[in-house]
């Protein structure tokens, strides 16, 4: 192909994949454009091109993106002549693809839950399953590199073990992969990391240091940081700290609590309103639900829930008071109000917000792409609501009123942090229904 056709990558600095799709350009040849792009603001354009996984490499050929990195690799081997990344023979080629998807399905998972998972068991268990892993490439290395005395696409795939995988162990002081424990591993990563097209593209090893040595601080001072909820079932509140606190990977003591029966410890911390949820962290108690999740985000690192410009911030602060301050009290009046002309009012209140809400509502979530601050405030609209309508024979919400609000609401459901706080809906069910019955008998 022609050198003067448009090729841009783009990537962010440090990350293994994208070097992967750097390597495959360097050794073809190819000159590229690289495009900087930041995982916590990703641009528009990262968001056009790869709008399925939203993630980097892409790799933009003449307008026309190619997404995942092994599919970058393979890409560019069979979009430019010169140098041979995939071996001729089809099975050898079979081969290739085989172990370099053993590499990220197995052998990059259980690395990772060997560093970075919250839990200590399966950190454990991950780093088991990380050195079976390095275990079984090790008696598949048959020559000086994967592909015989070139590098090729299984190389590529593997230069995590060789560069990454020291870094992390260095900094988290982990025990995976030993030059006595994979002897064959070991020579290769000493020859692969000394090619000249992969020292080239490699990033500094210094900066990958610090960033991981930083992000295993934070896990440690997070582990050793005492942090108790205080809450109770069914809460909308407490869940929204909940989400908060998993979404940033932090461990917490869940302190039940009875509203008909509050605990010294409760009244102690939360004086004002004597209220679920209180956070306390080293015995420093914040309460209100929206000022707890805002928290959340500023004391761990890690997920982001806020957006980072300030703008954007102010914004979904906004948004976030307008549920609690609009939506969530002419809910509850349309529901449970003791007078039908408030519950009318409150019904009329109910519907103008859930129209704003609808028009406010830009993409998958709120927050853009990924769950925030307004999404978490908002799981009132997609949960709760439904459950109270049913209970109670209402009719605020329904979908093809708020198309927009529904997808968003099938989104955030079924997002693994939601689902995993999300109290037992028949329970919910059960205790409205009985709130009702017991409004109609009072009247």
């Not at 000086?144 to 870094?167: E, R, T, V, Y």
């Not at 990033?203 to 990958?208: F, G, N």
């Not at 439904?386 to 997002?415: S, V």
């Amino acid at each position: 192909m022609a050198s003067n056709q448009q090729v841009k990558l783009f990537g962010i600095v440090g990350s293994p994949v994208v070097t992967r799709a750097e390597i495959a350009l360097k050794l073809k040849g190819v000159q590229y454009e690289y495009v900087h792009e930041s995982l916590t603001n990703k641009s528009d354009l990262l968001l056009k091109y790869n709008p399925v996984h939203k993630k980097v490499p892409v790799l933009l050929h003449n307008e026309k993106p190619v997404c995942e990195s092994l599919v970058v690799v393979e890409y560019v081997d069979e979009a430019w002549t010169g140098y041979p990344i995939l071996p001729s023979d089809p099975y050898q080629r079979a081969l290739a693809r085989f172990w370099s998807k053993f590499i990220d399905d197995k052998l990059l998972p259980a690395v990772f839950k060997a560093a970075f998972n919250p839990d200590v068991k399966e950190r454990e268990k991950g780093a088991e399953e990380a050195r079976e892993a390095l275990k079984i490439l090790d008696n598949e290395l048959k020559g000086k590199f994967f592909n015989g005395d070139s590098i090729g696409f299984l190389d590529i795939a593997a230069l995590f073990i060789a560069f990454w995988m020291p870094i992390i162990q260095e900094a988290g002081g982990l025990d995976l992969s030993s030059a006595e424990r994979y002897p064959k591993l070991e020579k290769w990563g000493q020859e692969i990391l000394n090619h000249p097209v992969v020292k080239g593209a490699l990033p500094p090893r210094e900066h990958l240091l610090a960033s991981f040595k930083t992000r295993f601080q934070s896990i440690a001072a997070s582990n050793l940081q005492e942090v108790k909820l205080f809450g109770t079932v069914g809460s909308l509140f407490v869940t929204r700290a909940e989400i908060a606190l998993k979404l940033k990977g932090v461990e917490y003591e869940y302190i039940h609590e009875s509203l008909t029966n509050k605990s010294d410890l409760l009244l102690k911390y939360n004086p004002v309103h004597k209220k679920v949820p209180v956070l306390l962290h080293n015995e420093k108690p914040i309460c209100e639900s929206l000022v707890v999740v805002e928290y959340v985000d500023e004391a761990w690192t890690g997920y982001p829930i806020l957006p980072s410009d300030p703008y954007q911030r102010a914004l979904a602060r906004f948004w976030s008071r307008f549920i609690d301050d609009k939506l969530l009290p002419a809910g509850f009046k349309a529901a449970w109000n003791p007078d039908v002309k408030e519950r009318e009012k409150g019904a009329e209140e109910a519907t103008e917000a859930l129209k704003i809400l609808e028009n406010e509502l830009k993409g998958k979530f709120f927050n853009g792409d990924s769950i925030g601050l307004v999404d978490i405030a908002a799981l009132f609209i997609a949960f709760w609501m439904p459950i109270i309508q049913e209970a109670g024979g209402l009719d605020l919400y329904r979908a093809e009123t708020y198309p927009k609000l529904e997808k968003w609401g099938q989104e955030i459901l079924n997002h693994p942090v939601v689902k995993g706080v999300l109290p037992p809906r028949e329970h919910l069910l059960a205790f409205f229904k009985t709130r009702f019955q017991s409004i109609a008998a009072s009247k």
